[in-house]
């Protein structure tokens, strides 16, 4: 069974950082695209990057220049660098594996960020 484990999620001050991790196991993880959801309390979930097997990236227009996707696939970890946090990027955060046709979720890191 394929095992997407979160973590680096807590509570940072506005304008403060955190680097999310995702470690993947039981998964051939270089063959798959990985990515960075987020829910919010009373909203749906939302991409927030994206992350192919190519390398190429697509982030959230509210999160542009502010976060950074990356993976190591030696590791079978990818991360998420959270710059200049605010309020509104509370939630928590899953991590998401795919291939077609299969696809991988985490069970989710919360975020908090306020003062």
């Known amino acids: 069974q394929v095992l997407l484990v979160e973590s680096g999620g807590g509570l940072v001050q506005p304008g403060g950082s955190l680097r999310l991790s995702c470690a993947a196991s039981?998964?051939?993880?270089?063959?798959?695209?990985v990515a960075w959801y987020r829910q919010a309390p009373g909203k749906q979930r939302e991409l927030v990057a994206d992350m192919t097997i190519g390398g190429s990236t697509i982030y959230a227009d509210s999160v542009k220049g502010r976060f950074i996707i990356s993976r190591d696939n030696a590791k079978r970890v990818v991360y998420l660098q959270m710059n200049s946090l605010k309020p509104e990027d509370t939630a928590v955060y899953y991590c998401?594996?795919?291939?077609?046709?299969?696809?991988?979720w985490g069970q989710g890191t919360q975020v908090t960020v306020s003062s």
């Open positions: 039981r998964i051939t993880f270089s063959i798959y695209g």
């Open positions: 998401y594996a795919y291939r077609s046709p299969s696809a991988y």
